[in-house]
């Protein structure tokens, strides 16, 4: 079983967007989506407020733009969707060798 967390990112004044994924998360991790939920409303609460501690800009949008300092664009705005992903992979052994049908 894998397991990751699937978020968009979103950016003030433009329309840009970034799928951002965070693989190998832990299982515990995985099963608790209230923990993330909480998680992801803190630091929406701490850009929004201004208390990100940098994260607004170093996550910044493709288009971003900083040349008018009054409308800067493309700064990490907030996390707007977000889902854990749980997948079982079957790896197939293509090899028939042992295999009924290999006569």
């Known amino acids: 079983m894998s397991n990751r967390i699937d978020m968009t990112f979103t950016y003030d004044g433009t329309d840009f967007t970034r799928a951002v994924k965070i ?3 832990t299982a ?5 989506s ?4 909480t998680k992801i409303k803190a630091i929406n609460t701490s850009l929004a407020g201004g208390t990100s501690g940098g994260m607004d ?3 910044r949008a493709d288009d971003y733009d900083d040349t008018d300092p009054n409308a800067v664009i493309g700064t990490f705005k907030g ?3 977000a889902k854990i992903v749980s997948e079982t992979v079957t ?4 090899d028939t ?3 009924a049908s290999n006569g």
């Not at 515990?28 to 608790?32: C, G, I, K, T, W």
């Not at 209230?34 to 939920?37: C, G, H, N, P």
């Not at 790896?91 to 293509?94: F, V, Y």
Request: glycine share 4%.
């Open 34 to 37: 209230a923990s993330v939920k």
């Open 97 to 99: 060798e042992g295999d």
């Open 79 to 81: 996390i707007s969707a």
């Open 57 to 59: 800009t170093f996550f």
């Open 28 to 32: 515990e991790v995985a099963a608790d």
């Open 23 to 25: 693989s190998d998360v």
């Open 91 to 94: 790896n197939i052994n293509l």
